[in-house]
C-alpha cells in the first residue's frame, strides 16, 4: 500500500467535524490520492491568482496616488511604455508554467488511480432505476444497496448499468465512475479501516436520482467470509404458521414478479426488476439507503413506497392487516 501524505488529511482532522460524504475526509489510498490532487490543483492555480490580484490592486493604488481618481473628460494617462514585456511574462508564460504544472501533478496521480494491485475480492456492481444490485460472482451471493467489502485489501468492482447510465461514487474511497448499459467498467478500491461509507449515484438518471443511495460496508477480513457464508444460504422454511402465511402473501401479492427469494423463488429469465430479498432481514437500509430497515418503515416502504420515493417502479400494495402483518413477520425472519 502507498504512503499517504498526513498534510493531506490535516486541515480536515484539526476541524474534526466528519462528513459522511467529503471526498476530502478519504479512508483509503485512491481517495487520499485525489484529495492530495485537490491540493495540489488549489495551491498551484490559487497562489498565482492571489498574486495577480494583490500586484494588480497594488498597481491601481498606486497609479491613483500619483495622478488622483480618474475624472470625466479628463484626457487618458499617457503611455509609459515596457509594458509589452509584463504582458508576455505575466499573461503568456506564467500561465503556461502553471497550466503545465496541473497537467504534470494531474497526469502523476492518474497514473498511479490506474495502477492497481491484485483484488482480493471481485464485486458486480449493477445499476437499476433507482437502486444497485450487488453480486459477488462465483459465491453464488446476490444482494442489494449494502456492498460488503473486506477492510485493508484491494477490491475490484465491476460496473454496468440495466438501464440508463448511472455513476458510482464512494467519495471517501475513490473518484466517481460511470455506470453504462451494454458496458462493463473497472473501479478499484481500498478501504483501510472497517466502517460504513455512504455512497451516491453521481450521474442524473431519472427523477429519484438523489435518493439513489447505497453503503459501503467494510468488516475485517474472517467477519467479511463469514458473512459471504451466510448470504450464500438459499432462504430457511418459515419457522412458524405465521411466517408460512407470510410467504402465502408474498405470492399472493405477487411480490415474486420482480424480487426473488432464493429457495422461494427462481430468477426470472430476464434477471431480477426489482432487488433480490434472499436476506433482507440482514440489511441496513430500505429502498436505496433512504429508510432503516425496520418493521414500521418496512410496513409504510410495502404499502407506499411512492410517498418515500415519488417516481419509484414499485407500485404499491393493498393489504388487509392480518397480511401484512404475516408478511412482515415472514421478511423480517429472513436473516
Ligand atoms: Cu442513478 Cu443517478
Known sequence: MRT?????????????????????EPAGPYATDLAELFYWLTAITGVPALIYIVVALALTLRARARHGPPRAGAPPPAPQG???RWIAIAGGLLPLVIVAAALGVTLQYGAR??????????????GHQFWWEVVYPGAGVVTANEIHVPSGVPVRLRLTSADVIHSFWVPRLQGKRDMTPGHVTELHLVAERPG?????????CGVQHALMGFELVALPPAEFEAWIERQRAASAEPPDPLAERGREVFDEAACGHCHVIRGVTPPG?????????????SRRTLGGALLP???????????????????????????????????????????
Open 196 to 204: 460504513v461509507y455512504r455512497g451516491q449515484c453521481y450521474e442524473l
Open 269 to 281: 429469465a430476464m434477471g431480477s426488476p426489482g432487488p433480490d430479498l434472499t436476506h433482507l432481514a
Open 4 to 24: 499517504r501524505a498526513p498534510w493531506a488529511v490535516a486541515p480536515f482532522a484539526l476541524g474534526a467535524c466528519e462528513s459522511p460524504t467529503s471526498a476530502l
Open 113 to 126: 488511480a490506474s495502477g492497481a494491485a491484485d483484488p482480493a475480492v471481485t464485486v458486480d456492481v449493477i
Open 82 to 84: 515596457g509594458g509589452m
Open 293 to 335: 430497515n425496520t418493521r414500521g418503515w418496512l410496513a409504510g416502504w410495502i404499502l407506499r413506497p411512492d410517498d418515500h420515493k415519488p417516481g419509484v417502479r414499485m407500485p404499491p400494495t393493498t393489504l388487509a392487516p392480518a397480511d401484512l402483518h404475516a408478511l412482515l413477520h415472514y421478511l423480517e425472519g429472513l436473516e
